[in-house]
């Protein structure tokens, strides 16, 4: 996140933020475009990352809502494409995955990042490093890797030491992402508030204001853009006042609640 997008961390008293009235989408289906995070947004948190429960609607609810939109729906996630589709099958949404590292587009057409040999053998010795750190998950996705220390917490440090020696090995090209009791090594050169950017240059996205909903300090670049784009920016739950989206939903259940009501 560059500096111009990084949420107030000042003293400043947190302003409250309100529920969004989301219903332009259903009103002006043509006029907006809606950008979605997965885990933590239309998903409850799970204890581990592959123990995620997909609501037995919700697959159906985001192709009605993909519809009524013209197309112009995408998720927008920390996960891979590859582990994303089967999620919302048999329905398949333009995705950016890993932060924006790699999208696939409404035609179908799919942009992805080399993986270097060199990162291959990177993401294998930190396999070998976490056999030091119980309970905790390395999640290998690809052009990313993440460690989760949801289950060591005891280890956060020492996992965070350690992923920023691998970052300064790997060079100009990676970056640090920290998020919910996870730190995770990914391509410099993406933020989702890029993917968004480049949707929105493209049908049937383009000519279109963002909803960007998200949970975490990563979807804070697609906040920032939706904020400078004419959009609505909102995130679930409070960020405890450090955030830059604008609106707040009290949870997933309550997010997806909202998305029902809008499908015509
Ligand atoms: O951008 P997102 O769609 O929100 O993905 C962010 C990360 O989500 C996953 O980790 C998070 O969710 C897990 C399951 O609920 C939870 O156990 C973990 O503590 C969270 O950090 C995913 O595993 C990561 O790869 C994503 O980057």
């Given at each position: 996140?560059s500096?111009?997008e990084?949420p107030?961390?000042?003293?400043?008293?947190?302003r409250p933020l309100?529920?969004?009235?989301?219903?332009?989408?259903s009103?002006?289906?043509?006029?907006?475009?809606?950008f979605?995070?997965?885990?933590?947004?239309?998903?409850?948190?799970?204890?581990?990352?592959e123990?995620?429960?997909?609501?037995d609607?919700?697959?159906?609810?985001?192709?009605?809502l993909?519809?009524?939109?013209?197309?112009?729906?995408?998720?927008?996630?920390?996960?891979?494409?590859?582990?994303?589709?089967?999620?919302?099958?048999?329905?398949?949404?333009?995705?950016?995955?890993?932060?924006?590292?790699?999208?696939r587009?409404?035609?179908?057409?799919?942009?992805?990042?080399?993986?270097?040999?060199?990162?291959?053998q990177?993401?294998?010795?930190?396999?070998?490093?976490?056999?030091?750190?119980?309970?905790?998950?390395?999640?290998?996705?690809?052009?990313?890797?993440a460690?989760?220390?949801?289950?060591?917490?005891?280890?956060?440090?020492?996992?965070?030491?350690?992923?920023q020696?691998?970052?300064?090995?790997?060079?100009?090209?990676?970056?640090?992402?920290?998020?919910?009791?996870?730190v995770?090594?990914?391509?410099?050169h993406?933020?989702?508030?890029?993917?968004?950017?480049?949707?929105?240059?493209?049908?049937?996205?383009?000519?279109?204001?963002?909803?960007?909903?998200?949970?975490?300090?990563?979807?804070?670049?697609?906040?920032?853009?939706?904020?400078r784009?004419?959009?609505q920016?909102?995130?679930?739950?409070?960020?405890?006042?450090?955030?830059?989206?604008?609106?707040?939903?009290?949870?997933?259940?309550?997010l997806?609640?909202?998305?029902?009501t809008?499908?015509?």
């Amino acid at each position: 996140m560059s500096s111009q997008e990084q949420p107030d961390q000042g003293e400043a008293e947190p302003r409250p933020l309100k529920e969004p009235a989301l219903t332009a989408l259903s009103l002006y289906p043509r006029d907006w475009a809606l950008f979605l995070d997965i885990d933590g947004t239309l998903l409850d948190l799970a204890e581990r990352p592959e123990a995620i429960v997909i609501p037995d609607h919700l697959p159906a609810t985001l192709h009605a809502l993909s519809r009524q939109l013209g197309g112009a729906l995408a998720l927008v996630t920390g996960r891979s494409i590859e582990f994303v589709d089967p999620l919302f099958a048999p329905f398949r949404f333009p995705v950016a995955g890993l932060h924006g590292a790699e999208r696939r587009d409404a035609a179908g057409r799919l942009r992805r990042t080399h993986i270097p040999p060199a990162f291959q053998q990177m993401k294998q010795t930190i396999a070998r490093e976490a056999h030091a750190w119980p309970g905790a998950i390395v999640e290998d996705k690809g052009a990313a890797v993440a460690v989760h220390f949801r289950h060591a917490p005891g280890s956060e440090a020492e996992i965070a030491a350690a992923m920023q020696r691998h970052l300064e090995d790997a060079g100009p090209d990676w970056s640090l992402q920290h998020g919910k009791m996870v730190v995770e090594i990914c391509p410099a050169h993406a933020s989702k508030g890029h993917a968004i950017e480049a949707f929105l240059g493209e049908a049937p996205f383009e000519g279109r204001r963002p909803v960007t909903i998200g949970d975490d300090v990563t979807d804070e670049t697609m906040f920032a853009a939706a904020n400078r784009l004419g959009g609505q920016s909102v995130r679930i739950g409070d960020g405890n006042g450090k955030t830059l989206a604008r609106a707040s939903i009290g949870s997933p259940a309550r997010l997806r609640d909202v998305l029902g009501t809008l499908v015509k």
